[in-house]
């Protein structure tokens, strides 16, 4: 109900919680699924805005989800695990918040529900091939719980 719990997943890395352990912990979880990207989103408010990130440029320097989004309404807000199997630079939703250099290499994309400084917030990493491939093996690879 409250998503996985990287509050957790994180403590694996150190009982501190710097950015190195944060960024070794994305690149961590990228590694599993073979991602090209990843990044945390934290809620604030009506909103889920990037926490940190690794694999993506810099801009946008801020990249959020919003109440009145499709993206947001449909999915994030409901806490919905999300698989997007189709290449994200082609849905609007997506492609305006990422660089184009950054969706270039991304065949789908995945967001999963998670607890974050306990607080709302999602996973997202961006795949290279979501071939052989469904939301179920995602969360199992991740190995979080």
């Known amino acids: ?51 940190f990130k690794v694999g993506l440029l810099d801009e946008p320097g801020v990249i959020e989800f919003g109440k009145g989004e499709y993206v947001f309404d449909r999915f994030l807000a409901r806490r919905c695990a999300v698989f997007v199997r189709e290449r994200p630079e082609h849905l609007r939703g997506l492609s ?4 184009p ?9 995945v967001f999963v529900p998670i607890t974050y400084e ?12 979501p071939k052989n491939c469904d939301l179920d093996k995602v969360i199992d ?5």
């Open 141 to 145: 690879l991740l190995d979080i719980y």
């Open 101 to 109: 250099d950054d969706l270039r290499y991304l065949q789908a994309a």
């Open 118 to 129: 306990e607080a709302e917030s999602y996973l997202y990493m961006g795949l290279p091939n």
């Open 1 to 51: 109900e409250t998503g996985l719990d990287y509050d957790r997943y994180l403590k694996g890395f150190g009982t501190r919680k710097t950015v190195t352990q944060r960024l070794k912990s994305l690149v961590e979880l990228s590694g599993k699924l073979k991602a090209v990207n990843a990044a945390i989103f934290t809620r604030i408010e009506d909103k889920y805005r990037l926490a």
């Open 96 to 99: 305006k918040k990422f660089n």
